[in-house]
């Protein structure tokens, strides 16, 4: 499926911001290391075996690659990138709800910390609408 019009404003919009995420990740210090490794080990358990610095590495390098693919508007098709930003929307949308003192007790509702990263959502529904739009577009072949 070709890029449509209204595809390259939320690309562009996220692709952005994921990359600056992972560009501004790739020097960071051990205690900041630390902080990223072990709110992600709350949500992914197996992550707390790994050294710090060797997980946020990892993450510098998946943000920024995902960052330009969604940036990379006519050559990564929309289906593609769209894939690519919902399995990255989990595993934020899953830190969300797992990490302690992010959310009110017994709501999905932010507490003042866990604002920064209940914004996220908006990146599920980026990713949702490429995919849908790729897979149910009018005059797609199925």
Request: hydrophobic fraction near 50%; avoid cysteine; charged fraction near 15%.
């Amino acid at each position: 499926m070709a890029t449509r019009l209204w595809h390259v404003p939320i690309r562009l919009a996220a692709g952005a911001y994921i990359l600056n995420s992972g560009l501004s990740k790739q020097d960071v210090d051990d205690e900041h290391a630390a902080l990223l490794q072990g709110m992600a080990a709350t949500a992914f358990p197996a992550l707390a075996d790994m050294p710090a610095q060797q997980f946020v590495s990892v993450l510098a390098t998946a943000e920024t690659a995902l960052g330009a693919a969604l940036l990379a508007v006519p050559v990564v098709p929309p289906l593609l990138a769209g894939l690519g930003l919902l399995g990255f929307a989990a595993g934020l949308n899953r830190v969300y709800l797992k990490a302690p003192g992010l959310r009110q007790d017994g709501s999905l509702k932010p507490t003042q910390q866990g604002i920064s990263i209940a914004k996220d959502s908006w990146l599920t529904a980026i990713g949702a609408a490429l995919v849908l739009d790729a897979v149910y577009a009018p005059g797609r072949r199925r």
